[in-house]
């Protein structure tokens, strides 16, 4: 009982990398509606990204992500890159990365999952249906309900 009351109350841990700060904002609006404590580290940038999961730089004291919230089209390193470093990384590989796009190409969705993405999401035009997508997104890969 103790443990799963632990378990619980154990913060999550997102790694949201995307560069467009109002996407930022909702996407912290949308957890704000979580059931568990949610702590959010952004980066702006593919290189930020890596620099957050390896400790690097400013980063020196960064957490290591419950989850990883992707955008593909990043500056200074592409998405895609991020995934495939993250995957490659036996530090790393375990975390879920879920890919937030704004890309509906199936190549996109193709290369995503070819680099061993976990998940493909869209990005909702809707803040109600973007509301849905990080609930989904808690509930499957984070156990929140």
């Known amino acids: 009982m103790t443990s799963l009351t632990l378990k619980e109350h154990k913060t999550i841990k997102v790694l949201l990398v995307e560069d467009n700060m109002p996407d930022v904002v909702l996407i912290k609006e949308a ?17 930020e990204a890596m620099d957050c999961l390896k ?16 955008d593909l089209n990043i ?36 290369k995503a999952y070819d680099s061993h993405a976990n998940f493909y999401i869209i990005k909702p035009q809707d803040l109600e249906q973007l509301f849905m997508a990080i609930h989904y997104v808690e509930k499957t890969w984070l156990g929140v309900s």
Do not use: M, T, W, Y
């Open 31 to 47: 957890f704000k509606e979580s059931k568990r404590n949610v702590q959010i580290v952004v980066a702006k940038d593919g290189q």
């Open 75 to 110: 500056p200074k390193k592409s998405g895609l890159e991020v995934l495939n470093e993250i995957k490659s990384d036996a530090a790393l590989r375990e975390v879920p990365v879920i890919v937030l796009s704004g890309s509906s190409l199936d190549e996109d969705i193709r």
């Open 55 to 70: 400790g690097n730089g400013h980063f020196a004291l960064c957490f290591r992500p419950d989850i990883i919230l992707l």
